[in-house]
């Protein structure tokens, strides 16, 4: 499904209403189309700073992006609400549309009031729709003004109460993992020998896949690591090895730029400092708002795309995480000292989870899927990390970047070819399943 570009400002002015004059109270007053990109870099900061794992960071993102395409959908006709296609998401109360709103605020409120109810360290959203509050305040009648506050915050504790019966609450606390003691299975890794991330969240519950090991059954079994009996081993570890040894600048720059760990460390001395980094979510949100920004597209068109982007990395991040502790399956850095050198360490740090698939290969080429079938393809500049330190890179289309993402995991050895290339597979076809079943526009049910 591929939406086609209007004139913005003819359609602001014929449909919504022109925010020039913005003193009618009933007008449907849109100050902003790139508010949601903004709201994006609020929630990105805050988790950034918490510091909290890859997949727990896509659950906020997709809550709050699901409040935000619901809080404005019913002042479009041809949008379709997610109630009813989402699991346990039951119909939101009726909105008097009729009535004089500003749509960028509705976004902005019931996004922002979702994102502090998810996130440890709140400040960073609260102090933006602070100042974004006080705009809004100035420019608007009062009732416009404290109609579109009311709205956006209905639709977020909507959201919100929907959010609590995921199991998330239920499985803190249980995170207590102990290792298959054969060698052949995953183990801590150096430097740090964390234990095992988010070992419960395949019972997470999914937003529109099934269940988490719906697609499991599609994924061949990863090559049995047996040195003594398995011949088909040795190529996969020497190929990881000799891609450390041998990276060039430019491969230790992608791996580097598509690390994305928000868990990893560097040692200065005796000292252990963890380092601030963005997860494959926010990469990519913050990716798609550069991409809106430069495209200008519409809020709606931008409330849309953030919420088919971040509800298949939210269900992709359970079925990949299901796998992976499924197959158990371990890491190269520990067969490469176990077996070639015992000094060896890939070129970014080992993630603390099992092997296969690569989650990065699959929550990319799941978005990659998404945006492609929505938007189309265009080349586009990257700059997610540039505050990080690691410049910007351009891209032909969406899948490129994603192509890209799952090759850093070969140029930073901390996957096998297999994950690799079988977390792209999966990614693909979770993006798939969600283009046919998720229908947010009203002409995709004819």
Same mark, same amino acid.
């Given at each position: 499904?591929?939406t086609?570009?209007?004139l913005?400002?003819?359609?602001?002015?014929?449909i919504?209403?022109?925010?020039?004059n913005?003193?009618s109270?009933?007008?449907?007053?849109?100050f902003?189309?790139?508010?949601?990109s903004?709201?994006?870099? *609020?929630?990105?900061?805050?988790?950034?700073?918490d510091?909290? =794992?890859p997949?727990?960071?896509?659950?906020?993102?997709?809550y709050?992006?699901?409040?935000a395409? &619901?809080?404005?959908?019913?002042?479009?006709?041809?949008?379709?609400?997610? @109630?009813e296609?989402?699991t346990?998401?039951? =119909?939101?109360?009726?909105?008097d549309?009729?009535?004089?709103f500003?749509l960028?605020?509705v976004?902005?409120? @019931?996004?922002?009031?979702t994102?502090?109810?998810?996130?440890?360290? $709140?400040? @960073?959203?609260?102090?933006?729709r602070e100042r974004?509050?006080?705009?809004?305040?100035?420019?608007?009648?009062?009732?416009?003004?404290?109609?579109?506050?009311e709205?956006?915050?209905?639709v977020?504790?909507?959201?919100?109460?929907? %959010?609590?019966g995921? +199991?998330?609450?239920q499985?803190?606390g249980?995170d207590?993992y102990?290792?298959? $003691?054969?060698e052949?299975?995953?183990?801590?890794?150096p430097? &740090?020998?964390?234990?095992?991330?988010e070992p419960?969240?395949?019972?997470i519950r999914?937003?529109?896949i099934?269940?988490?090991?719906?697609?499991?059954? +599609?994924l061949?079994?990863? +090559?049995?690591?047996?040195m003594?009996?398995?011949?088909?081993?040795?190529?996969?570890?020497? $190929?990881?090895h000799?891609a450390?040894?041998?990276?060039? @600048?430019?491969?230790?720059?992608?791996?580097?730029?598509w690390? /994305?760990?928000?868990?990893s460390?560097?040692?200065?001395?005796? *000292?252990?400092l963890?380092?601030l980094?963005?997860s494959? *979510?926010?990469?990519?949100?913050?990716m798609?708002?550069t991409?809106a #920004?430069?495209?200008?597209?519409?809020?709606?068109?931008?409330?849309?795309g953030?919420?088919?982007?971040?509800?298949?990395?939210?269900?992709?991040?359970i079925?990949?995480?299901?796998?992976?502790?499924h197959?158990?399956?371990?890491?190269?850095? =520990?067969?490469?000292?176990?077996?070639?050198?015992?000094?060896?360490?890939?070129a970014?740090? +080992?993630?603390?989870?099992?092997?296969?698939?690569?989650?990065?290969?699959?929550?990319?080429s799941?978005a990659?899927?998404?945006? =492609? /079938?929505?938007?189309?393809?265009?080349?586009?500049?990257?700059?997610?990390?540039?505050?990080?330190?690691?410049g910007?890179r351009?891209?032909?289309n969406f #899948?490129?970047?994603?192509?890209? *993402?799952?090759? %850093?995991?070969?140029?930073?050895?901390i996957?096998?070819?297999?994950?690799m290339?079988?977390g792209?597979?999966?990614?693909?076809t979770?993006g798939?399943?969600?283009? $046919?079943?998720l229908?947010t526009?009203q002409s &995709?049910?004819?």
């Open positions: 499904m591929k086609f570009k209007l913005l400002p003819a359609v602001i002015l014929l919504i209403g022109s925010c020039s913005p003193t109270n009933k007008q449907k007053t849109i902003n189309n790139d508010i949601l903004e709201c994006n870099l *609020a929630i990105q900061n805050a988790v950034v700073l510091g909290v =794992t997949p727990v960071a896509s659950r906020r993102y997709f709050s992006c699901v409040s395409y &619901e809080a404005i959908r019913p002042f479009f006709g041809d949008l379709n609400s997610t @109630s296609q989402f346990d998401f039951n =119909t939101l109360s009726a909105c549309t009729s009535e004089g500003c960028d605020l976004a902005m409120e @019931s996004y922002t009031q994102a502090m109810k998810l996130v440890y360290k $709140e400040d @960073s959203i609260a102090s933006f974004k509050l006080n705009f809004y305040k100035s420019q608007l009648p009062e009732d416009v003004y404290n109609r579109s506050l709205w956006g915050q209905t977020s504790n909507h959201v919100v109460n929907w %959010s609590k995921d +199991t998330f609450n499985i803190r249980t207590l102990m290792p298959n $003691e054969s052949a299975f995953w183990q801590p890794t430097t &740090e020998y964390m234990e095992a991330i419960q969240w395949r019972k999914p937003n529109l099934k269940s988490c090991d719906q697609f499991r059954d +599609t061949p079994e990863p +090559t049995p690591y047996n003594g009996k398995n011949p088909d081993f040795y190529p996969l570890m020497k $190929e990881i000799d450390v040894v041998n990276i060039d @600048s430019n491969q230790l720059r992608i791996a580097r730029y690390d /994305d760990n928000p868990k460390t560097f040692h200065y001395g005796h *000292a252990t963890k380092v980094k963005v494959p *979510a926010g990469h990519w949100l913050s798609f708002s991409v #920004r430069k495209e200008q597209y519409s809020l709606k068109e931008s409330a849309e953030m919420l088919r982007l971040s509800a298949v990395m939210f269900d992709a991040f079925a990949v995480w299901d796998a992976k502790y197959y158990e399956y371990i890491r190269p850095v =520990t067969v490469i000292r176990r077996h070639m050198d015992s000094s060896w360490l890939p970014i740090e +080992t993630p603390a989870f099992p092997e296969y698939p690569s989650a990065h290969s699959v929550v990319s799941a990659a899927t998404v945006l =492609t /079938d929505l938007f189309g393809e265009y080349s586009f500049t990257d700059s997610a990390e540039f505050e990080f330190g690691l910007v351009t891209f032909n #899948r490129e970047a994603s192509d890209e *993402a799952c090759m %850093s995991r070969i140029y930073g050895g996957h096998f070819r297999e994950g290339e079988y792209k597979y999966l990614g693909n979770i798939a399943y969600h283009n $046919e079943k229908i526009r &995709e049910k004819d």
